[in-house]
């Protein structure tokens, strides 16, 4: 049955108990993530962190200049991550006032938007396959995912900078997002992803961005404290949780320039028993970050399948974890408060 046919008998059914608003949400994550397992980010269909990106660069031509650019930055970024919240909230609003299957589908679609595990490992694995084929392939194949000059990049840069990626976008593409709904629902969500797109294109500590990103940074810091930290542990869990990996990311996570970036890539650097990190080049300007992890052996295309399997694994987890929350945890201490 097509997914048209679906939401049409869905509006002629009654709103019963078992489509109640407590239940709605869980369908509409269940629903979207499976959308996206199926099919990662719909190519040549509108897609609103597209969206995102114009409004942030559009106000940041207009603004980042003359004097006073910590404030204005910190008033966009703060305002267009206010207005998205509201927007979204108030659309899923009308939406319920129309129908619930409506709000349920608008939920769905947002959803759907919102996580990127798929796109994701599906770009990982292209920079593996490129690489096999030229080095110059690689280069151009890595550069869709990192923000860092790729033009001379080795081929195990290449490969370290591409699984580097996959395990700080489990945090923010995946992990993250699923922990803002669980905690604000689909308008948190949404929230954080314009927070992300922000501090991914103005949040940098280059001469252009140092001033008019800054708020935009922090923001980001603190949505991504407690995600990043909880993608580190399911990654540790899901590959089994070897002796000293837990100590190993103590130590290691802190090391990455960002408060957050470094735990997932550390969770993954002990389990690879690899080295990440190191002095890369950003819009022209020599940003030296430092390693993570103390082997630095050659990366294979075995060291990428096995990453992505983990992060499926912790995809998989979170997500059982957020329905248990909605169905269960979440109605339970609404109960016990009385609300």
């Not at 940041?60 to 930055?73: D, F, T």
């Not at 990192?146 to 033009?151: A, F, I, K, P, Q």
């Not at 992990?175 to 927070?195: D, E, H, Q, R, T």
Request: net charge neutral; charged share 15%.
């Amino acid at each position: 049955m097509c997914p048209v046919s679906s939401v049409a008998i869905l509006l002629q059914l009654p709103p019963l108990l078992p489509l109640s608003p407590s239940f709605l949400t869980p369908l509409a994550l269940l629903l979207g993530w499976l959308l996206d397992l199926c099919f990662g980010d719909p190519a040549g269909l509108p897609h609103p962190i597209v969206w995102f990106g114009k409004t942030i660069a559009a106000c940041e031509h207009r603004w980042n200049q003359g004097g006073h650019r910590k404030l204005k930055g910190g008033l966009v970024a703060a305002a267009l991550v206010l207005a998205v919240f509201l927007l979204t909230a108030l659309l899923n609003y009308a939406c319920s006032l129309v129908h619930f299957a409506l709000s349920f589908a608008f939920s769905t679609i947002i959803i759907f938007y919102c996580l990127a595990g798929t796109t994701l490992i599906r770009e990982v694995r292209a920079v593996f396959l490129a690489l096999d084929r030229s080095l110059d392939e690689g280069r151009r194949q890595v550069a869709r995912i990192v923000g860092r000059d790729t033009s001379q990049l080795s081929a195990q840069e290449v490969r370290t900078a591409a699984l580097e990626t996959l395990a700080e976008n489990l945090s923010d593409g995946v992990i993250a997002p699923l922990f803002w709904l669980a905690l604000l629902g689909v308008p948190g969500m949404m929230a954080y992803k314009m927070v992300n797109t922000l501090d991914s294109m103005i949040g940098y500590r280059t001469e252009r961005y140092r001033d008019f990103g800054c708020v935009a940074a922090r923001m980001d810091d603190v949505a991504n404290y407690l995600p990043a930290r909880l993608t580190a542990l399911l990654m540790i869990i899901c590959s089994g949780g070897k002796n000293g990996l837990f100590a190993f990311v103590r130590r290691n996570g802190r090391r990455h320039a960002s408060p957050n970036s470094g735990y997932p890539e550390a969770a993954l650097a002990g389990i690879l028993d690899c080295r990440f990190g190191g002095p890369h080049t950003y819009f022209g300007e020599l940003v030296d970050k430092p390693y993570i992890g103390e082997n630095d052996r050659e990366l294979t295309t075995e060291d990428m399948r096995r990453a992505v399997s983990i992060n499926r694994r912790a995809e998989v987890s979170m997500v059982c974890a957020v329905l248990i929350y909605l169905l269960a945890v979440a109605p339970a201490a609404l109960d016990i408060l009385g609300l």
